[in-house]
């Protein structure tokens, strides 16, 4: 028998590393996390702050949300109007302690360790400056408010030797000004940037070439730029995106790029989009004339897709064969018969979000589900039949309105599942240009009240 296991060593080796794609594709690692110290967080990746998880009560300050590595998650502490972007890294545990410090500037810790600092006036930039080397070292993120003066860059090359591949935020910019010396300045390995900034016609390509993780506005001539510069570019994320005045996106050229997400886009079709064979996740968020989805056809490896907020699907039956699939997002206009056939075919899905999803009657089809883990359900109470039957899931995410109408139900439920955990959930911002809205008021409150006192 030893010998017959070692004559077959050899060729299972070689058949495996036939086809990584197979094992890579079947076996996505899902997280629950939870997160101490903010008020409301949500995973823009597959969600883009269309559902997300919030206290429960105002004592509370902990939040839960599942996750994959390399999600961009937004979090915020409404006291005081803090935030923080973070890219998910399993290493860094999935218990996540995260602390604001305001005394000179904003400062935001994690597990104890500096994650980000904001860059928007004096006392920040001098605050920065006396960073000790240890300190730089941990300091994952940049948060850069307003435009980049001279004053700015000359502050960040006091530590430029540390800066390299530290992640950018850019907001409340200006056009195109000094964004080129900040980018080589930093070699970002993520960039978060607002539509009032553009990256320049003429731009070192080197200064984009360690780029893992891009979020911009929809704009062709910017996001042709990044497939020439990007070669190692992973995940893309597009908000507002208009197929009719920028023709195909043509992403082909990014090798590498496993996560795509669109949200709040005009497109009709999925054929508007020219993607690479690397595509692993593909979110399409509040994309309200998506209506053709057959090119999913072509896509058999997909190991996550979200269609939330996407009413107009028709056909959605071409989910069915994708079984590699291992987190779903529903249309919105998913009908009940349609929901019991795809759960009767995605049997080894890990997360399914069901937002909005009106003609939903109950969730029993999810009881054949063994490997559920995580539901994330903005659904009325009475859609809400056989809930307490699904003993395998360890996270389920409710409409907030419906925990707080329903306490003896939610505490019944509870006690039915109780190696669950049943926490409240919503919506930051139901419309385009969320991100536009909220965070120049949230850097207007803070400039007018917090800092003066």
């Not at 390399?70 to 890294?89: C, S």
């Not at 080129?180 to 930093?186: A, R």
């Not at 004339?289 to 072509?298: A, G, H, T, V, Y």
């Not at 699907?313 to 019991?340: D, G």
């Amino acid at each position: 028998m030893k010998t017959l296991r070692r004559s077959f060593l050899p060729l299972w080796f070689a058949l495996a590393g036939m086809s990584p794609g197979c094992n890579d594709r079947s076996n996505l690692q899902v997280d629950i996390i939870r997160i101490e110290g903010v008020s409301w967080a949500c995973n823009l990746t597959t969600s883009f702050a269309t559902f997300g998880s919030g206290t429960e009560t105002e004592n509370e300050n902990e939040v839960f949300l599942p996750v994959s590595e390399g999600d961009l998650l937004y979090m915020i502490e409404y006291d005081d109007d803090l935030q923080l972007y973070y890219q998910y890294q399993p290493r860094k545990g999935t218990e996540l302690k995260v602390t604001f410090d305001t005394v000179q500037a904003v400062s935001v810790y994690l597990n104890n360790k500096l994650e980000l600092v904001e860059l928007n006036g004096p006392a920040s930039l001098e605050a920065f400056r006396q960073l000790t080397e240890p300190e730089v070292k941990q300091l994952s993120t940049l948060h850069i408010y307003g435009p980049v003066t001279q004053v700015i860059l000359s502050t960040l090359r006091y530590h430029q030797e540390a800066l390299t591949g530290k992640s950018l935020v850019l907001e409340n910019g200006s056009a195109t000004e000094n964004i080129s010396d900040l980018l080589s300045i930093c070699r970002p390995r993520m960039l978060i940037i607002d539509d009032s900034w553009t990256i320049p016609e003429t731009l070192d390509g080197n200064s984009l070439a360690d780029l893992e993780l891009l979020w911009l506005q929809g704009n062709n001539q910017v996001l042709s730029k990044v497939v020439q510069n990007c070669p190692d570019l992973e995940s893309l994320l597009i908000d507002s995106w208009n197929p009719a005045s920028e023709g195909l996106l043509q992403l082909a050229g990014l090798e590498k790029l496993r996560n795509l997400t669109i949200s709040e886009s005009d497109l009709a079709s999925l054929s508007e989009i020219e993607l690479p064979s690397s595509i692993r996740n593909l979110h399409m968020i509040n994309c309200e004339n998506l209506s053709d989805i057959s090119k999913l056809d072509e896509m058999s490896g997909l190991s996550r897709l979200c269609l939330t907020g996407c009413g107009m699907v028709y056909e959605p039956l071409h989910l069915n064969h994708l079984e590699s699939l291992r987190w779903l997002s529903f249309p919105s206009n998913i009908t009940n018969s349609q929901f019991v056939q795809s759960a009767e075919s995605l049997t080894q899905l890990k997360v399914i979000e069901l937002i909005g999803c009106e003609e939903i009657s109950n969730l029993a089809p999810l009881q054949s589900m063994k490997k559920l883990t995580a539901l994330e359900l903005q659904l009325e109470k009475d859609q809400l039949l056989m809930l307490d039957s699904l003993n395998q899931v360890k996270l389920v995410i409710l409409s907030d309105d419906v925990i707080n109408s329903n306490p003896e139900w939610v505490n019944e439920l509870r006690s039915n599942l109780p190696d669950s955990k049943i926490v409240p959930g919503s919506g930051l911002c139901l419309g385009s240009g969320w991100l536009l809205l909220l965070l120049p008021c949230i850097l207007l409150f803070r400039t007018l009240f917090r800092r003066k006192s």
